[in-house]
């Protein structure tokens, strides 16, 4: 049973290869009996054309083959549901396994042909619930837009009440399509921080980000790099509120978590608004250093095979492109690292995140959970080696959080995302009064 780095990319950063579609109940439980025969060829010739070039016959057998290790094993289809949007219809099936649900949603054009594909987590019967710092007679929320370029996205100002020009937090979030939440299963990081923060006086703003907000917009962007991801809604955000009353005079610091930590140093350096800036699990190496490690940490949740080997060599030699700007420069999305543009990793392997922060003026607060295994406690030291000469900066471990900021016990695993918690109260404290210093 394994997991590829196909599947990782897929299923922790929600980026997927279909387009919003539609579908046929009994061809999509055929597909299914395919899928749990084996037959990964016949599945394949249910796709369209398109879908064939993006989803072989072995890539299908590798996300489902390796479902079993990480969820326990598959028992059967519980319910189907299908949507329509215009010509396309979308069928669901709900897969349980012994430990997790999974939403197989399969879309279908008119052709009856299959034009998308994923697997998602299906919803938890556990949901969010408010943590028990948030005080809801202390703050008030209310909808905002934040406007960059061409683009418009959904946002939150989270205010705490009677206190006038609060110090205020730009909430980035990780990699891929998040919402302004921060939503992973029952779980809302982003959300926990913003009440958390404004019980304590803190202000902020979350917003949904582009790749979300027009996802079907940019899928065929081969140009789409992190300043279209992150930076440059930031920096619309910062100007956001420079103009809003209860805003303009506030200091403005940067939250970035995981991918959103690692960009928050180049927020910083474009922005003298920029007061502070706060790494939650923030990356200090290359994204593509990073990846191996992942992936053979999941691996070793079992016994490593040869097929997975195999895969691991296979992204070696995709890193290998990513660290030759030569080769880099002309590689199809599809040879590289998790299958993001050239143009993508150039802009990663333009981005020093050390060398930027090391300049900036402004405070750092570096955190880390001991237990997340997507971003290092070797991260986490070379920030505080790199970043420890200046006073200014401050680190904190926390010994029993993930990646995500919620308390576990034992060895981190992608199941534990779907077990509802919120942030830890003592990171929230943390966050408040190095603000407020």
Request: glycine content about 6%.
């Amino acid at each position: 049973m394994r997991l590829s780095q196909n599947f990782i990319f897929l299923f922790f950063f929600a980026l997927s290869f279909f387009s919003m579609a539609q579908n046929r109940e009994e061809r999509a439980r055929f597909f299914l009996q395919q899928l749990e025969r084996e037959a990964y060829d016949s599945c394949v010739a249910e796709f369209d054309a398109i879908l064939t070039n993006k989803i072989s016959a072995e890539t299908l057998a590798k996300i489902w083959g390796s479902f079993p290790r990480y969820f326990g094993e598959y028992t059967g289809v519980k319910e189907t549901k299908t949507e329509w949007k215009d010509s396309l219809e979308k069928v669901t099936l709900l897969c349980a396994f012994e430990r997790v649900k999974v939403n197989l949603n399969l879309v279908y054009a008119p052709s009856n042909k299959i034009v998308g594909i994923t697997f998602v987590p299906a919803g938890s019967t556990a949901s969010y619930k408010l943590p028990g710092y948030a005080k809801l007679s202390s703050y008030s929320e209310r909808k905002v837009v934040v406007v960059s370029g061409k683009f418009n996205l959904p946002g939150v100002l989270c205010l705490p009440n009677a206190v006038n020009n609060p110090p205020l937090a730009i909430l980035l979030a990780g990699s891929g399509p998040n919402d302004k939440d921060g939503s992973i299963g029952p779980n809302k990081i982003l959300k926990d921080l913003a009440v958390g923060l404004a019980s304590m006086g803190v202000a902020s703003l979350r917003y949904d980000k582009r790749t979300l907000v027009y996802g079907e917009e940019l899928k065929g962007n081969n140009n789409l790099d992190i300043h279209d991801e992150v930076i440059n809604d930031a920096l619309s955000a910062i100007q956001l509120l420079s103009k809003m009353p209860e805003t303009r005079a506030s200091k403005v610091f940067v939250i970035g978590h995981s991918l959103g930590g690692m960009c928050a140093p180049l927020v910083a350096s474009k922005s003298s608004k920029v007061k502070g800036v706060v790494l939650m699990a923030a990356n200090a190496r290359p994204l593509e250093d990073l990846l191996p490690e992942q992936i053979e940490y999941l691996y070793s949740l079992d016994s490593l095979d040869m097929n997975e080997k195999q895969d691991l060599l296979a992204l070696n030699r995709q890193i290998k492109k990513v660290k030759d700007p030569v080769q880099l420069k002309t590689a199809p999305a599809d040879s590289l690292p998790l299958g993001l543009s050239s143009a993508y990793w150039q802009s990663l392997k333009k981005y020093n995140q050390l060398a930027t922060a090391k300049k900036l003026k402004q405070p750092i607060l570096v955190l880390q959970g001991k237990r997340d295994y997507q971003v290092l406690m070797k991260d986490y030291e070379i920030w505080k080696n790199e970043l420890q000469a200046a006073e200014k900066n401050k680190f904190y471990v926390y010994e029993n959080l993930n990646h995500l900021f919620l308390s576990g016990e034992g060895k981190s695993t992608p199941a534990e995302y779907q077990k509802q918690g919120n942030v830890e109260e003592g990171v929230i404290k943390d966050v408040a009064e190095w603000i407020k210093l």
